[in-house]
Nanobody, 122 residues
Framework: QLQLVESGGGLVQPGGSLRLTCTVS????????IGWFRQAPGKEREEVSC????????SYADSVKGRFTISRDSAKSTVYLQMNSLKSEDTGVYYC???????????????WGQGTQVAVSS
């Protein structure tokens, strides 16, 4: 069974950077698209970015374009979210998620990690 584990969150000052990691186990990452989501306090969860199986980036939320970069390393079964020029509004719990095997981004995400907290504050 597919399992996702996020790591790399923490406290960072505005303008700083973090790299989040989503480690995939239980199946080959090659079979899955992976999305990154976030949920800020008191707000609904939003999709930040997604990368499909063929390493073609599908999307970034407008709020993170030019600042965040998604990538995947099949050899390490890992998907990264590089976050630069962080702002206070980037604060939240970040999750990675996968749709069913062979499904594309922006369909149905049915496997989720437990989340990692990102706090951007001076």
């Amino acid at each position: 069974q597919l399992q996702l584990v996020e790591s790399g969150g923490g406290l960072v000052q505005p303008g700083g950077s973090l790299r989040l990691t989503c480690t995939v186990s239980g199946s080959s990452l090659d079979y899955y698209a992976i999305g990154w989501f976030r949920q800020a306090p008191g707000k609904e969860r939003e999709e930040v970015s997604c990368i499909n199986r063929r390493n073609y980036v599908i999307s970034y939320a407008d709020s993170v374009k030019g600042r965040f970069t998604i990538s995947r390393d099949s050899a390490k079964s890992t998907v990264y979210l590089q976050m630069n020029s962080l702002k206070s509004e980037d604060t939240g719990v970040y999750y990675c998620a996968a749709p069913p095997e062979s499904w594309s981004c922006r369909t149905k995400y049915d496997t989720w990690g437990q989340g990692t907290q990102v706090a951007v504050s001076s």
